[in-house]
């Protein structure tokens, strides 16, 4: 008996059959349905609300279900239109006007218009809005800039900033920029999240938590209906599974291969895909307190990690040894001149000494998995070595990809002297804006999780994001990224060279240097 019936109740019942029983199956007993492509997943999603989740995990979700007014150029990180069908700039580059797309809706029936772009941005900035307590929202710093959003008419919208902002319109491709529905959050308030309603090429179908995540084609899609019918994601948290059931054929594309099962994976029945993007994996030093309050005892971490050890033994070359907190995919605004700290233990032994830190004790945070984190329990464990090997007492404590979140956003102090990290982001200005300045400190609503500070790197920061001028962005970059190798808030580890895995039942998918996944042309035969 064929496991999908196509209509709604089926695909319902039948993305719910798959999540509870392709697990058990094996070979051509997990053959899955032509038309519906089942997603290996890194872990569950948080919520399926973009405004409210940072997780690159839930962005590939999130993408297929809703648009923003601009999206990423296929391929690339340029930006070009989507709800919005153009838009103007003012010439001191405070003002942007967008013109809507005409006749589209909501999943839930709802229009789209000028009125629901406001709404979606004030509910993020506005602590006065009434569904502003649907939040938090973390990355409500991407639209720090806006001060007013004015409706026009019915399909013009108007942003003007508090000054100009040079990342604002990729900021408004990023997934925090989705449009969700009105009518929806008034509806679900604090339930949006598990009730989500957008415009996009998928609508959703079903959650069923710890076991699938079920998105349906939406024939009424403006920019065409997808060749997909049913999309399910699936949550498998553990890469070793994740790749039985690739092999297995219960699921029909994976992400994040881990690098020691890539060999697996070269005959004719798969496709493996590569694409480079702004990737950094690090490890946050607690700067406040402890052991890393002192700048010689980061730097003698970092000379104490052997990351080329890492890149090649660990990742299997799948990543390159990072110098800094810029990812090299950032080529205008990358520092060349930066030399990663090299592998030398003797040098941390003697920063140690200097410091009077020898045989410190460090509890270390490590996940389980998560989004970009690579091999992140085997990296945990050769780092650990590498650190107790100049000296440091570690002790590793492990958790779940969410619930390790939940520990180590809110900041390090009072818990841990260090944790593992990775980001993907689409502009020069993201990561250390978010996670390096002073005012991103956590109890300040950002991600700066070991409290480094530095008004040097603030001021370079804030005059980058103002910049109008490219070349003038660059080396304020630049310049940044010399001053924070030199402190040293982080271990700069890898930057990584996304992949995934398709049978040869799918055509039409490609990796995006977004790290997005964008399902709406893939074909399940």
Same mark, same amino acid.
């Given at each position: 008996?064929?496991?999908?019936?196509?209509?709604?109740?089926?695909?319902?019942?039948?993305?719910?059959?798959?999540?509870?029983?392709?697990?058990?199956?094996?070979?051509?007993?997990?053959?899955?349905?032509?038309?519906?492509?089942?997603?290996?997943?890194?872990?569950?999603?948080?919520?399926?609300?973009?405004?409210?989740?940072?997780?690159?995990?839930?962005?590939?979700?999130?993408?297929?279900?809703?648009?923003?007014?601009?999206?990423?150029?296929?391929?690339?990180?340029?930006?070009?239109?989507?709800?919005?069908?153009?838009?103007?700039?003012?010439?001191?580059?405070?003002?942007?006007?967008?013109?809507?797309?005409?006749?589209?809706?909501?999943?839930?029936?709802?229009?789209?218009?000028?009125?629901?772009?406001?709404?979606?941005?004030?509910?993020?900035?506005?602590?006065?809005?009434?569904?502003?307590?649907?939040?938090?929202?973390?990355?409500?710093?991407?639209?720090?800039?806006?001060?007013?959003?004015?409706?026009?008419?019915?399909?013009?919208?108007?942003?003007?900033?508090?000054?100009?902002?040079?990342?604002?319109?990729?900021?408004?491709?990023?997934?925090?920029?989705?449009?969700?529905?009105?009518?929806?959050?008034?509806?679900?308030?604090?339930?949006?999240?598990?009730?989500?309603?957008?415009?996009?090429?998928?609508?959703?179908?079903?959650?069923?938590?710890?076991?699938?995540?079920?998105?349906?084609?939406?024939?009424?899609?403006?920019?065409?209906?997808?060749?997909?019918?049913?999309?399910?994601?699936?949550?498998?948290?553990? *890469?070793?599974?994740?790749? +039985? %059931?690739?092999? =297995?054929? @219960?699921?029909? /594309?994976?992400?994040? #291969?881990?690098?020691?099962?890539?060999?697996?994976?070269?005959?004719?029945?798969?496709?493996?895909?590569?694409?480079?993007?702004?990737?950094?994996?690090?490890?946050?030093?607690?700067?406040?307190?402890?052991?890393?309050?002192?700048?010689?005892?980061?730097?003698?971490?970092?000379?104490?990690?052997?990351?080329?050890?890492?890149?090649?033994?660990?990742?299997?070359?799948?990543?390159?040894?990072?110098?800094?907190?810029?990812?090299?995919?950032?080529?205008?605004?990358?520092?060349?001149?930066?030399?990663?700290?090299?592998?030398?233990?003797?040098? *941390?032994?003697?920063?140690? +000494? %200097?410091?009077? =830190?020898? @045989?410190?004790? /460090?509890?270390?945070? #490590?996940?389980?998995?998560?989004?970009?984190?690579?091999?992140?329990?085997?990296?945990?464990?050769?780092?650990?070595?590498?650190?107790?090997?100049?000296?440091?007492?570690?002790?590793?404590?492990?958790?779940?990809?969410?619930?390790?979140?939940?520990?180590?956003?809110?900041?390090?102090?009072?818990?841990?002297?260090?944790?593992?990290?990775?980001?993907?982001?689409?502009?020069?200005?993201?990561?250390?804006?978010?996670?390096?300045?002073?005012?991103?400190?956590?109890?300040?609503?950002?991600?700066?999780?070991?409290?480094?500070?530095?008004?040097?790197?603030?001021?370079?920061?804030?005059?980058?994001?103002?910049?109008?001028?490219?070349?003038?962005?660059?080396?304020?970059?630049?310049?940044?990224?010399?001053?924070?190798?030199?402190?040293?808030?982080?271990?700069?580890?890898?930057?990584?060279?996304?992949?995934?895995?398709?049978?040869?039942?799918?055509?039409?998918?490609?990796?995006?240097?977004?790290?997005?996944?964008?399902?709406?042309?893939?074909?399940?035969?």
């Amino acid at each position: 008996m064929s496991l999908f019936s196509f209509t709604r109740r089926g695909l319902l019942a039948a993305g719910t059959a798959l999540a509870l029983t392709v697990g058990t199956l094996t070979g051509a007993q997990a053959q899955t349905p032509p038309g519906v492509l089942i997603v290996g997943q890194i872990a569950e999603p948080k919520a399926l609300d973009p405004a409210a989740v940072t997780a690159v995990n839930d962005f590939r979700i999130l993408m297929n279900v809703y648009d923003g007014l601009v999206r990423y150029k296929d391929g690339t990180l340029e930006v070009e239109p989507a709800l919005a069908t153009d838009w103007t700039i003012s010439e001191d580059g405070t003002e942007y006007t967008f013109n809507l797309r005409e006749g589209v809706s909501f999943h839930d029936g709802s229009p789209f218009n000028a009125e629901a772009v406001k709404f979606n941005f004030e509910r993020m900035l506005n602590e006065d809005h009434p569904y502003h307590d649907t939040g938090p929202f973390p990355l409500a710093f991407f639209f720090s800039a806006v001060e007013t959003i004015e409706v026009v008419d019915d399909l013009t919208v108007k942003f003007t900033l508090n000054a100009p902002y040079a990342p604002f319109l990729s900021n408004l491709a990023y997934p925090t920029g989705l449009i969700v529905s009105p009518a929806a959050v008034e509806q679900h308030g604090s339930d949006f999240g598990r009730n989500p309603s957008g415009t996009g090429p998928f609508t959703f179908a079903e959650w069923r938590s710890n076991e699938a995540v079920v998105i349906e084609g939406n024939p009424d899609y403006w920019g065409g209906a997808p060749d997909l019918q049913a999309v399910v994601f699936r949550p498998i948290t553990d *890469a070793n599974t994740r790749t +039985a %059931e690739m092999l =297995a054929g @219960g699921i029909d /594309l994976m992400v994040e #291969v881990p690098p020691v099962a890539l060999s697996e994976f070269q005959g004719a029945e798969y496709t493996v895909h590569e694409q480079a993007g702004p990737h950094v994996w690090f490890l946050i030093l607690n700067a406040k307190e402890g052991p890393f309050a002192d700048k010689l005892v980061r730097q003698a971490a970092n000379y104490a990690v052997n990351k080329t050890a890492l890149v090649d033994d660990v990742l299997e070359g799948t990543a390159a040894v990072a110098a800094g907190p810029t990812p090299p995919a950032f080529a205008w605004a990358y520092n060349e001149d930066l030399e990663p700290y090299p592998y030398d233990p003797d040098k *941390a032994r003697a920063l140690l +000494a %200097e410091a009077g =830190a020898e @045989g410190a004790e /460090l509890t270390f945070f #490590v996940t389980e998995g998560g989004s970009g984190m690579l091999d992140p329990i085997a990296m945990g464990t050769a780092i650990q070595a590498d650190l107790e090997a100049v000296g440091f007492d570690v002790t590793i404590e492990t958790y779940e990809w969410n619930t390790f979140l939940g520990e180590v956003n809110p900041g390090l102090a009072g818990k841990a002297d260090m944790a593992e990290m990775a980001w993907m982001t689409n502009d020069p200005d993201t990561l250390p804006f978010l996670a390096l300045r002073t005012d991103a400190w956590p109890e300040a609503g950002g991600f700066n999780s070991g409290y480094y500070s530095n008004p040097k790197v603030d001021e370079l920061l804030e005059a980058a994001r103002v910049a109008t001028d490219q070349d003038e962005r660059a080396r304020l970059y630049k310049e940044m990224q010399t001053i924070v190798q030199e402190d040293a808030p982080w271990v700069f580890v890898a930057n990584w060279k996304q992949n995934a895995v398709t049978s040869d039942r799918v055509e039409g998918f490609s990796l995006q240097p977004s790290f997005f996944l964008l399902l709406d042309d893939v074909v399940k035969n």
